[in-house]
C-alpha cells in the first residue's frame, strides 16, 4: 500500500559510461532487474523480461518499476557550457535509502565527520537557514545555509564561508548548491542520487557538476569519495535502521530543520520504502 | 619519492601512514580505481604487471608489494620501525608481514565486495577474516602479557602499520570488531602515534575531554 507511492518514481540504476552489452544485475526495491546496453547502444533495463521504462540523464541511467506520472526532475545546470561532468561512481551502503539522503542534508555534523574539510572545530554553529516544501514543484527546499569550511571544493584554498541551497526533488534524490570558489556568482552542483536496493540497503551514485578548470578528474572524483567514505560508517551504525517518520526516541534542534521537513514530505506523500512509520 | 594511490585503498594508506609517521615526503599521484579501473590500464599494467596499487617509483626503483615499500620507507628514514636484529624479534616481523596479506585476501576483499561492489564469495571472505582476526587478537594478548603493547615489541614496527588499516576497516566489509578487546587497545595505542594521518573510514581519535569534576560528598 504505502510503497505504491515510491513504486512509480525514478532511480538512478547504473553509470551510462559503463554500460556494456553483457548486463549488469542489480536491484530496485527488492525486485531483481538488469541494466545493459541495446544493440543500438541504448540503455535497457528489464525486471523479470518485463522492460521498464528508462531515462538516460546526468550521467545515469535511470528507471521506474512502475508507471511515471512525472517526468525525471530537471537540473538546468546539467546543460550549462563551461561545466565538468563528474561520475564520482558507485558505493554501496547497508542503511535505508532514505537515510543516506537524509544524512546528505544535514550541516551540523561537518566538523565531527568531516574535520578540516567540510567543518572544523571550533566553528560548529549551524546559523539559521529558511526551509520550505514547494507546493508547486513538490520538493524540498532548504536555503541560506551558511557555513565556515576550512576545505569546502578541491578548488578551494584556505577557508571560507560557504553558502548552501538544498534541495529534494525525488524521495531518494538530492541536489546540492554551494558557492563556487573559482566562480563567484554561479553554484557548484553536487548531487547524491541513491538507488534503493532494499529497505535497509542502497547503492549511492554520487554526481557533479562543477566549474573547476585546475583539479584533475581523479582530484575531483577522490575529493567526493573521501567525503562519502567517512560518512558510510556512520550511516551503517545508525539506529534503528529504517528512518522514523514519527517523533519517538529522536528529539530535533533548530539545525534539524531540513531534516524535519524531509521527513514531513516523505509522509505527506506516503514515500515510506525505507521509513519507520510507528514510533519505537 | 612517488606514490600511484588511490585515497581510499588500505594498501595505499599503509604507505602514506607510514611515510608520515617516518617524515617521509611522497609525491602523490592519483589513480582513477573505482569507477575507472585506472589500475588496469595500460599505463600501469606497464609498470606493474599484477595490476595493484600502491606502486612506489624512487629514482630506478620500482615497488610493487606494500610490505616491501613499507621497509624501504622504514630503512630509508626511521630504521626504529624495522625492528630489532634479534632472531626472534627479526622473525616476528617477517611473520606479521606475510599475516597481513591474509587480511588484504579476507578483510579487503570482503570489503571491496560490500563497498565497491566488486566479485567475491562473501561469507567466505567474512569467515576467513574473522579467522585472521581471531588469531591476531590472540598474538596481541599474548604480547601483553609479554609487557608489549605491540604485535613484535613495545613500540611500533612495519609490522603494525602493515595489519593495522585492513583491521581497522573490517567493519566496511561487514565483519564487527566488538569482540576483540585487545585488537581495539593496539589500534587505538596506533591512532594516539605523533604524526599519525587518518584515511576515511578510520576516525581520528577525539580529544580526551577533561575529567568530569565531582562535588565533594556526591559519592
Given at each position: 500500500m504505502t510503497q505504491d507511492a515510491m513504486i512509480d518514481e525514478w532511480y538512478p540504476v547504473g553509470l551510462v559510461s559503463r554500460l556494456d552489452g553483457n548486463g549488469r544485475k542489480t536491484a530496485l526495491m527488492g525486485e531483481p532487474i538488469e541494466v545493459a546496453s541495446d544493440t543500438d547502444g541504448s540503455a535497457r533495463v528489464t525486471s523479470k523480461g518485463r522492460v521498464l521504462p528508462v531515462r538516460v540523464r546526468y550521467g545515469h541511467v535511470w528507471a521506474s518499476l512502475g508507471q511515471p506520472q512525472k517526468e525525471l526532475f530537471a537540473i538546468p545546470e546539467a546543460d550549462q557550457p563551461g561545466r565538468r561532468f563528474v561520475d564520482v561512481g558507485v558505493v554501496r551502503v547497508r542503511c535505508s535509502p532514505l537515510r543516506a539522503v537524509e544524512n546528505f542534508l544535514d550541516i551540523a555534523h561537518f566538523p565531527f565527520v568531516h574535520t578540516d574539510i567540510l567543518g572544523s572545530e571550533p566553528h560548529t554553529e549551524v546559523q539559521n537557514y529558511k526551509v520550505e516544501i514547494r507546493e508547486d514543484a513538490d520538493e524540498v527546499w532548504a536555503t541560506q545555509v551558511k557555513f565556515y569550511q576550512p576545505q569546502a571544493a578541491r578548488s578551494a584554498s584556505g577557508g571560507i564561508t560557504t553558502e548552501y541551497m538544498y534541495r529534494v526533488p525525488a524521495p531518494t534524490c538530492s541536489v546540492l548548491y554551494k558557492t563556487c570558489p573559482p566562480r563567484p556568482g554561479e553554484w557548484d552542483v553536487i548531487t547524491l542520487f541513491v538507488q534503493p536496493l532494499a529497505e535497509d540497503l542502497c547503492d549511492v551514485w554520487p554526481w557533479m557538476a562543477l566549474f573547476d578548470d585546475e583539479s584533475s578528474m581523479t582530484d575531483l572524483i577522490h575529493f567526493q569519495q573521501t567525503i562519502f567514505l567517512q560518512d558510510r560508517s556512520i550511516l551503517e551504525n545508525q539506529i534503528p535502521r529504517l528512518l522514523p517518520l514519527d517523533p519517538g526516541m529522536e528529539i530535533p534542534t533548530r539545525a534539524d530543520l531540513t531534516s524535519v521537513a524531509y521527513r514531513r514530505w516523505l509522509k505527506r506523500r506516503g514515500y515510506t520504502y525505507g521509513a519507520q512509520l510507528v514510533a519505537q | 619519492m612517488k606514490l600511484y594511490d588511490y585515497i581510499l585503498s588500505p594498501s595505499c594508506y599503509k604507505v602514506r601512514l607510514m611515510a608520515a609517521l617516518a617524515g617521509v615526503k611522497l609525491d602523490i599521484r592519483p589513480v582513477d580505481f573505482h569507477p575507472g579501473l585506472e589500475h588496469r590500464g595500460p599505463e600501469l599494467m606497464?609498470?606493474?604487471?599484477?595490476?595493484?596499487?600502491?606502486?612506489?617509483?624512487?629514482?630506478?626503483?620500482?615497488?610493487?608489494?606494500?610490505?616491501?615499500?613499507?621497509?624501504?620507507?622504514?630503512?630509508?628514514?626511521?630504521?626504529?620501525?624495522?625492528?630489532?636484529?634479534?632472531?626472534?624479534?627479526?622473525?616476528?616481523?617477517?611473520?606479521?608481514?606475510?599475516?597481513?596479506?591474509?587480511?588484504?585476501?579476507?578483510?579487503?576483499?570482503?570489503?571491496?565486495?560490500?563497498?565497491?561492489?566488486?566479485?567475491?564469495?562473501?561469507?567466505?571472505?567474512?569467515?576467513?577474516?574473522?579467522?585472521?582476526?581471531?588469531?591476531?587478537?590472540?598474538?596481541?594478548?599474548?604480547?601483553?602479557?609479554?609487557?608489549?603493547?605491540?604485535?613484535?615489541?613495545?613500540?611500533?614496527?612495519?609490522?603494525?602499520?602493515?595489519?593495522?588499516?585492513?583491521?581497522?576497516?573490517?567493519?566496511?566489509?561487514g565483519v564487527s570488531l566488538d569482540p576483540y578487546p585487545t585488537i581495539r587497545r593496539w589500534s587505538r595505542a596506533l591512532r594516539a602515534l605523533d604524526a599519525f594521518i587518518e584515511m576515511p573510514g578510520i576516525h581520528r581519535l577525539h580529544e580526551l575531554k577533561p575529567e568530569p569534576h565531582i562535588e565533594s560528598g556526591e559519592a
Open positions: - | 606497464a609498470l606493474n604487471p599484477a595490476g595493484s596499487i600502491p606502486i612506489l617509483e624512487d629514482g630506478d626503483l620500482v615497488l610493487t608489494e606494500s610490505s616491501a615499500i613499507l621497509v624501504y620507507l622504514a630503512a630509508k628514514a626511521a630504521p626504529d620501525w624495522l625492528g630489532g636484529d634479534a632472531a626472534e624479534e627479526a622473525a616476528r616481523v617477517q611473520q606479521w608481514l606475510s599475516f597481513s596479506g591474509r587480511l588484504t585476501a579476507s578483510l579487503g576483499g570482503a570489503r571491496l565486495h560490500e563497498m565497491l561492489l566488486r566479485p567475491g564469495d562473501i561469507g567466505a571472505l567474512q569467515a576467513q577474516g574473522i579467522a585472521a582476526l581471531r588469531e591476531l587478537e590472540a598474538g596481541l594478548f599474548e604480547q601483553s602479557l609479554r609487557g608489549q603493547r605491540f604485535l613484535v615489541a613495545d613500540r611500533p614496527t612495519v609490522a603494525d602499520i602493515a595489519c593495522f588499516p585492513y583491521v581497522a576497516l573490517a567493519p566496511d566489509g
